[in-house]
């Protein structure tokens, strides 16, 4: 495989996930980024939006910055759990000029940027991905690795709930079980433990619920305002979109989330639309013709419109359902 070759080639990397990552994001590139380390080259890991708090737990993960250092002194970029290349951020075009840039990525919409790839759709995260690779590069899984391993798969697949809980899924989460991953400290860390302000802001946000004529799509958004209000920030956010994909007959759960410019992100004042399936339809297609993109159950983009505009465009998808 070309990219295991290109990885073990490698003297001195960039590992990069995407904007406003999630534990997948920092899951694969902490357990990469270690490996590749103890291989003796020399690893820089970057992220270009804050790592949220919740993931402070995880061994090694002060070790994503926000500083790419000199971009010119990397002969290989790896890109992880990004569809495509702007997915890392405002680095995006510096990025794309590293001699050797390697995708490793599982979504459905992956443009097929980069030298080489490793992209699979069927996977169920990139933290499975990399968990493959590790094992093809006889790395030793250690346990921080193994912390990150578990996280990522564990994140994507919203705790082995969605459709992409596959074997393979609870094939690698149990061997990372083996290895010394505390499942029930990581479970109460991530989604069962949440500040009075989250529970507030989860109260307002439920209150927005509009469903749609025919009852199959449910929309509710999230000002700053709520946020300021409820003290929380953008790492409470975290899964309240799930929340109205359980409302009997939703199809499609969207969570409209105002959003402050992040350095690098657009200047402008935007909007992060968040679908999500309960079923048949593939919410990555509807993303993906708004410029976004994602999995057939999880996907998302970026509107620059008014939240009424997009209230109104958004109940137009449920026409179609
Ligand atoms: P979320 O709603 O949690 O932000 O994102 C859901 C899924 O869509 C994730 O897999 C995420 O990587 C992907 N996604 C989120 N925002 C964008 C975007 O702006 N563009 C693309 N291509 N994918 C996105
Ligand atoms: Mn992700
Ligand atoms: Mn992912």
């Known amino acids: 495989m070309k990219i295991l070759e290109s990885l073990k080639e490698s003297r001195s990397l960039l590992l990069l996930t995407h904007v406003r990552p999630d534990g997948d994001a920092i899951g694969s590139a902490l357990a990469l ?28 993960i002060e070790q994503i910055v926000s500083d790419p250092g000199n971009l010119s002194a990397y002969d290989t970029a790896v890109v992880l759990d990004c569809s495509d290349l702007s ?7 510096e990025v794309g000029r590293i001699p050797t840039l390697l995708n490793i990525d599982h979504h459905m919409t992956n443009t097929g940027f980069g030298c080489h790839r490793l992209v699979d759709s069927s996977a169920s995260s990139t933290g ?3 968990y ?3 094992t093809d590069l006889d790395a030793d899984i250690d346990e921080g690795m193994a912390y990150a391993i578990y996280t990522a798969i564990f994140t994507d697949t919203g705790s082995f709930l969605f459709q992409n809980t596959t074997p393979e899924a609870y094939f690698i989460c149990g061997r990372m079980v083996e290895m010394g991953v505390d499942s029930y400290k990581v479970a109460q860390t ?14 307002m946000v439920l209150d927005t619920i509009e469903i749609s ?48 410019p992040l350095s690098g992100d657009s200047p402008k004042p935007h909007y992060h639309v968040s679908l999500r399936s309960n079923g048949p339809v593939d919410v990555g297609t509807i993303a993906a013709a708004y410029g976004g993109g994602g999995h057939p159950g999880a996907a998302a983009f970026t509107s620059f419109t008014s939240l009424k505009d997009i209230k109104k465009e958004v109940l137009r998808i449920s026409d179609a359902l």
């Open 33 to 60: 980024g270690r490996a590749l380390t103890l291989m003796g080259k020399h690893v820089r890991l970057y992220n270009e939006s804050p790592i949220p708090a919740i993931f402070r737990f995880l061994p090694g």
């Open 213 to 260: 004529g025919n009852g199959k799509l449910s929309v509710m958004y999230l000002t700053q305002e709520m946020l300021r209000e409820t003290e929380t920030s953008v790492d409470d956010i975290n899964g309240l979109v799930n929340y109205a994909k359980h409302i009997e007959d939703v199809q499609v759960a969207v969570l409209i989330q105002e959003s402050r």
């Open 132 to 134: 493959r690779l590790l």
């Open 87 to 93: 997915r890392v951020g405002s680095l995006a075009d």
């Open 190 to 203: 991530l989604f069962a433990t949440y500040s009075l302000g989250r529970l507030k802001l989860l109260n």
């Open 128 to 130: 499975e991905l990399v």
